[in-house]
């Protein structure tokens, strides 16, 4: 069980470090984060002196089950959950509040500060997400175990890949193979690209047919336990052209460059670069054009990230993806995806399914 009352008192040091009072939380996901709470449509005030969760009628018994002991504040209707949250912020005598501006809508605020009176509420951003980015034992295990429900069924997928399956097909077999394997759902809706389609890094799957092309690529996640995984995997459903031979090692050789840098103290930039400069040396520079990874743990992007414009280090208990590609139009892309944790001497790649191209090549 995570220690939900020591994340909040992190929380409680950051705000205090930022010359608040108190912080109005109301990213659904942070929410959870910090109480255990799986619910949605409630908000939690951290101060100085205790926390308390507002919610509805709806979740009173899901927050005694999840949240036991939290102070709870239960709207009723027709009370909005602006008045709610004033009712509780004038309560408690705090006169400085942080809101969470990336997840506060501009008329939520205005609606909220209209009856607060003295009470000002300024900005903030970032703050629970920066507890985020280190993950706790807990939070490694689910992420580990959204890894292996997300391994197991693509198992299955590649073994019984059709010709005459469509990327849609393939797409919804993931999802019913990661709920039979005990995952909730997938991470997002699986990016499954035949040939061709594999050109387009977040394109939708459509009725192309596996058999239309010599390879398909397959992003995919599961989540399990409130956390996710996030991989990627191009499969060989026909001949292995020189092209796609050339193309494949130099993604390979990218990602792996990358994973090697990847220990506490090493600079983001830096890692994205050594990825970067394998692709650029090889002419493809152009056509790589997203960042190296992202941060995974609830959501499938969140801090960090491994890009070209972030100068900060890494740090034991991150989890990032590192997925370098090469995307050409009309021809296809080849995308190579691992989920690495950040070890206090250096990494360990989390995901294990086989990635040198000869482990790639199916019957379909």
């Known amino acids: 069980m995570p220690d939900f009352a020591l994340r909040r008192d992190k929380l409680r040091s950051l705000v205090k470090k930022s010359g608040l009072h108190a912080l109005l939380v109301t990213n659904f996901t942070n929410v959870s984060y910090l109480t255990g709470f799986t619910g949605d449509d409630s908000y939690l005030l951290l101060s100085q002196h205790g926390e308390v969760i507002i919610s509805d009628p709806r979740y009173t018994e899901q927050l005694d089950d999840e949240c036991p002991g939290l102070v709870q504040v239960i709207r009723r209707p027709p009370t909005k959950m602006s008045d709610a949250v004033s009712a509780v912020l004038k309560s408690?005598?705090?006169?400085?509040?942080?809101?969470?501006a990336?997840?506060?809508t501009v008329a939520f605020r205005d609606t909220l500060a209209a009856g607060l009176g003295d009470v000002q509420l300024h900005s903030s951003n970032g703050l629970v997400e920066q507890l985020r980015e280190i993950?706790?034992?807990?939070?490694?295990?689910?992420?580990?175990?959204a890894i292996k429900c997300a391994q197991q069924a693509f198992g299955v997928i590649r073994a019984s890949l059709r010709p005459e399956q469509s990327e849609k097909q393939v797409a919804?077999?993931?999802?019913?193979?990661?709920?039979l394997f005990g995952g909730k759902k997938t991470s997002f809706e699986p990016i499954i690209?035949?040939?061709?389609r594999g050109a387009l890094p977040h394109g939708r799957p459509s009725d192309k047919k596996v058999g239309e092309d010599d390879f398909i690529l397959i992003d995919w996640g599961a989540r399990m336990g409130g956390y996710i995984s996030?991989?990627?995997?191009?499969?060989?459903t026909g001949k292995i052209s020189p092209k796609l031979e050339r193309i494949y090692g130099v993604v390979l050789?990218?990602?792996?460059?990358?994973?090697?840098?990847?220990?506490p103290g090493a600079v983001m930039k830096d890692v994205d670069a050594a990825a970067r400069g394998v692709i650029e040396k090889a002419g493809f520079g152009p056509k790589f054009g997203h960042s190296l990874g992202h941060g995974i743990g609830m959501e499938v992007h969140e801090a960090p990230r491994l890009a070209a414009d972030q100068d900060r280090p890494l740090r034991p208990g991150m989890?990032?993806?590192?997925?370098?590609?090469?995307?050409?139009?009309?021809?296809?892309?080849?995308?190579i995806e691992d989920d690495v944790l950040v070890t206090k001497s250096g990494h360990e790649v989390l995901s294990s399914t086989p990635k040198q191209l000869q482990d790639c090549i199916v019957t379909a």
């Open 193 to 196: 690209g035949v040939g061709p």
């Open 102 to 104: 990336a997840s506060m």
């Open 92 to 100: 408690t005598g705090v006169q400085q509040v942080a809101i969470e």
């Open 135 to 145: 993950k706790d034992k807990e939070e490694i295990d689910a992420i580990r175990a």
């Open 230 to 236: 996030d991989l990627t995997r191009v499969l060989v």
């Open 172 to 179: 919804d077999e993931l999802e019913y193979q990661i709920r």
């Open 253 to 263: 050789a990218a990602q792996l460059a990358a994973i090697a840098e990847i220990k």
């Open 319 to 335: 989890v990032v993806t590192v997925e370098p590609g090469i995307y050409l139009p009309g021809w296809g892309g080849v995308r």
